[in-house]
């Protein structure tokens, strides 16, 4: 999966999963606002309610006023005086209670003030009708009663609480709507925001699953391109490994094959050694004869003198660089055939306490390093799991260069040293000894190759050699050193070497 | 030497026979030396005729080999020799430039006698070679069964 798609997928998860919370947040919320306007709409309903109540006990207050002067009219007993007037006493009071309660609606504040005043003229009537009776005037008083005056206003006082219970019943039909509304509108909006936090949940699930397959599915292709990298690696450690083979057979064979002439080459130039001394012997021998001079005593070799001594000379020089020259070739011919010998040799790694192997080549050099005034200290060292042969080559090589190539005039100081580091040992052999300049850093390790004064006797041979085989271990090797700062080569191993690992088909 | 002993000498470069002749009569010894260059050659005089090794019943040999041939290896041709029953009881000198510690094993074990590296220093090489002529002087060699 390229990295823009599973990071666009990766935002697409935040983002749902951020909405859905928001979403959460939004429905709380409005549930809470709208279950709020709901109890408020109700106590709006309960309010009306109480407001028609007050209307309907303020009617039966008028009323029982009303009758309570009738019967006093009728009857002149005080007890239903004394209703009258508990009944016009009430009115006052709940007068005033539905003036609290319909404080708020302007219509009705308007109605109240025009059945206050009916109702005053109403109170005041029958305070007029009760005075005539306490005079005695019963007719004058009936006539009250009867006159279009009471009639009116008491039709005035009904129509008035009738327009008002109207009002009233219009706000309850009203605010029981808006109750209902807004319960509803709560219900729906909780409802909604359920249904989009489930959907979002689906989406999510939904996506999780399909970014999960797609993990799967990439995790099936990492393996498989694994598989096929391996298998090119493979392919390719197989060809370097038969290119390599095919090079140390050559070298082998080469080298081999010219030792042959170089045998015949050094056996007749030793055969014309003896040629020439035949040669100039007989000369001498004739020279002699005809300068008549004394024969030499018996058993001496007879003299060469002036042209002929020359030449017996240039023919020893000549053949002396022959001879040399074979020598060497010699040498070069055997180094390239233990080299590639040791290429071809099978590594066989067991468990090597590289301590002990250290000491112990340190200990088959001790005569040379005492020779030489110097001292190796071996520091603690890991346990390899490794070819022991080769290990004992590389450090013997590097602790012998050591020793070699000190500082003259200064005891040499060789340390041996290691740490580890992620499945790797890694050595230090250091010295304190004459250096190598920077640029001869990479000659060193070159067949044949050396550096610096040559003072010492060597082919050229060992660094090459040490290298080879720390590749062939798996491991790396480099050089610190500055001229007269001494040198530390560092080499890094494997600390678990498989023979699998390189040279399997060897 | 009690019996003429015929040494067959099988080396391909002629310089080597030369030097090698050379420096086996410095030491003395005049035994008849048969060369060969070649190993087909070498094997077929060595089998004879019939291929079994008869005409040579009755003859005492020596064999120098060679091991570097232009066609076979000396290793194919002391196999021949120590698996015939006529031949078996001839020494077989190995003399080649050849020093793998792999090779030389493998020539004992299939019953080679001695084993002579040529070393490049022709000192080293005439001495080794007239050693062996001196040692060829002293050598009891049983005639091919």
Known sequence: MAPEARRRRTLGQILLLSAGFLVLVAVSTSSVLLVNKARSDNAWVVHTIEAENQINALLLEVRRAKSGARAYLLTQEQEFLRDHEAAVAAVGPVLDKLSALVADNPRQVENLARL??????????????????????????????????????SALIGTTAEAMRTEEERLFALRTANADASQQLATMVTIAGSALVIVLAIISVVLVRRSARARDEAEVRLRESNLNLETTVDERTADLREANEEIQRFAYIVSHDLRSPLVNIMGFTSELDELRNDVFRRIATLARAASSSPPPAEGAEPELEGADRQLSDDFSEALGFIKSSIAKMDRLITAILNLTREGR????????????????????????????????????????????????????NLIDNAIKYLKPGVPGEIVVRARTKLGFAIFEIADNGR???????????????????????????????????????GGTMSVASELDQGSTFTITLPINWKASNRNSER | ????????????????????????????????ILPFTNGTDAVKYLLGADGTGLEHKGHALLILLDLNLPDMTGIDILKTVKQNSFLKSAPVVILTTTDDSQEIKRCYELGCNVYITKPVNYESFANAIRQLGLFFSVIQVPPAA
């Open chain 1, 116 to 153: 206050r005043n009916v109702i005053e003229t109403r109170l005041s009537q029958f305070g007029r009708e009760k005075a005539l009776v306490a005079s005695g005037d019963l007719p004058g008083a009936v006539a009250l009663v009867r006159g279009a005056g009471s009639a009116e206003s």
């Open chain 1, 345 to 396: 040799r099978e590594f066989s790694p067991v468990r090597i306490d590289m301590r002990e192997l250290i000491e112990a080549v340190a200990s088959t050099l001790a005569h040379q390093a005492a020779e030489a005034n110097a001292t190796i200290r071996v520091e603690p060292l890991p346990i390899l799991v490794s070819d022991r042969l080769a290990l004992e080559q590389i450090f013997s």
């Open chain 1, 435 to 473: 250096g190598i300049d920077p640029k001869d850093h990479h000659r060193i390790f070159d067949l044949f190759r050396r550096a610096g004064t040559q003072d010492r006797p060597g082919q050229g041979i060992g660094l090459a050699h040490v290298r080879a085989l720390v590749r062939r271990l």
């Open chain 2, 1 to 32: 030497m009690t019996m003429p002993v015929t040494i067959i000498m099988i080396e391909d470069d002629e310089g080597h026979a030369r030097l090698i002749e050379r420096n086996i009569r410095r030491s003395g010894v005049n035994n008849e």
